[in-house]
């Protein structure tokens, strides 16, 4: 039974992962790309996506840990990984005229990967 729930819980998450995707080149930078929960806590994903993703520099705000993914002079995306219970709210921000480096599809990847 367990396994069918977890199972079932990472079906819903890559779902939602895809059904989210950015409009194109009109998309609103001011609306997140990727908003998800996970059972993972934050430290944990953190970790995950720290190992997967190149240019990733970690800070701390309050209990949130934001993850800005990119160069140092222009982040291609900002990661908020807020507590939530024992697990974690994900939003993905994609700041207007940022690079896409790494793609939309690499980062959406590797945060399916890390939730689940």
């Given at each position: 039974?367990?396994?069918?729930?977890?199972?079932t819980?990472a079906?819903?998450?890559?779902?939602?992962?895809?059904?989210?995707?950015?409009?194109g080149p009109?998309?609103?930078?001011?609306?997140?790309?990727?908003?998800?929960?996970?059972?993972?806590?934050p430290?944990?994903i953190?970790?995950?996506?720290?190992?997967?993703?190149?240019?990733v520099?970690t800070?701390h705000?309050?209990?949130r840990?934001?993850?800005?993914?990119?160069?140092?002079?222009?982040?291609?995306y900002?990661v908020?990984?807020?507590?939530?219970?024992?697990?974690?709210v994900?939003?993905?921000?994609?700041?207007?005229?940022a690079?896409d480096?790494p793609?939309?599809?690499e980062?959406r990847?590797d945060?399916a990967?890390?939730v689940t």
């Amino acid at each position: 039974m367990k396994r069918l729930l977890l199972l079932t819980s990472a079906v819903a998450v890559i779902a939602s992962l895809a059904a989210c995707g950015s409009s194109g080149p009109a998309r609103d930078a001011s609306l997140p790309i990727l908003y998800v929960s996970s059972q993972r806590a934050p430290a944990y994903i953190a970790e995950c996506l720290e190992s997967r993703l190149p240019r990733v520099r970690t800070s701390h705000v309050g209990t949130r840990t934001e993850l800005a993914v990119g160069s140092d002079s222009n982040n291609s995306y900002v990661v908020t990984l807020t507590p939530l219970n024992a697990g974690s709210v994900i939003k993905v921000m994609q700041p207007a005229n940022a690079p896409d480096d790494p793609p939309e599809a690499e980062i959406r990847f590797d945060i399916a990967r890390c939730v689940t």
